[in-house]
T-cell receptor, first 113, second 109 residues
């Protein structure tokens, strides 16, 4: 019954590796987001997709590539991981392109060693 | 983009106490939301409140859009209220939420 789910919950990997995080929502929303929360708890938007179309693309290294196979799924692939990529990554969803109410997934804690 | 400032940054409460958290915006917003991040990291949407006042149990929020601030009231606090409270807003004609730095709340039994 989980509304927004992410896998994996924890990810520990070495510098230079490539990893993916998956997100799925069953709320029937048409917009999905990726956020990064740093060690000081600061939340910043990275990407947003509406009906599989990229609508928000913040200043993020191009090692990060989102992919939305359909409006219920949004994945995040990260190439050549760096120490500074360590953070908690949250997926979220909302109805419409303006998020009047945003629902968040449980987060994926990524640790790069 | 807009700047969002939250105060206080940290708050320690005795169980049963009331408190007020504040959120100031550098520019007008027409979409304002409050979230609670519990100690396990889950982010929960508390209120969508671009203006006016809303109540949900022991929590209530008031936004004065013309003065670019919002307040979150916690009454009769409980230990389960601990966590980080975030406000976030979207400026007019925008589509992305900008978050404040959060208020870390610890409610002691």
């Amino acid at each position: 019954d989980t509304a927004v789910s992410q896998t994996p919950k924890y990810l520990v990997t070495q510098m230079g590796n490539d990893k993916s995080i998956k997100c799925e929502q069953n709320l029937g929303h048409d917009t999905m987001y990726w956020y990064k929360q740093d060690s000081k708890k600061f939340l910043k938007i990275m990407f947003s997709y509406n009906n599989k179309e990229l609508i928000i693309n913040e200043t993020v290294p191009n090692r990060f590539s989102p992919k939305s196979p359909d409006k219920a799924h949004l994945n995040l692939h990260i190439n050549s991981l760096e120490l500074g990529d360590s953070a908690v990554y949250f997926c979220a969803s909302s109805r419409g392109t303006v998020p009047y109410e945003q629902y968040f997934g449980p987060g994926t804690r990524l640790t790069v060693t | 983009g807009i700047q969002v400032e939250q105060s206080p940054p940290d708050l320690i409460l005795q169980e049963g106490a009331n408190s007020t958290l504040r959120c100031n915006f550098s520019d007008s917003v027409n979409n304002l939301q409050w979230f609670h991040q519990n100690p396990w990291g889950q982010l929960i949407n508390l209120f969508y409140i671009p203006s006016g006042t809303k109540q949900n149990g022991r929590l209530s929020a008031t936004t004065v859009a013309t003065e670019r601030y919002s307040l979150l009231y916690i009454s009769s606090s409980q230990t389960t209220d601990s966590g980080v409270y975030f406000c976030a807003g979207i400026k007019a004609a925008g589509n992305k939420l900008t978050f404040g730095g959060g208020t870390r709340v610890l409610v002691k039994p």
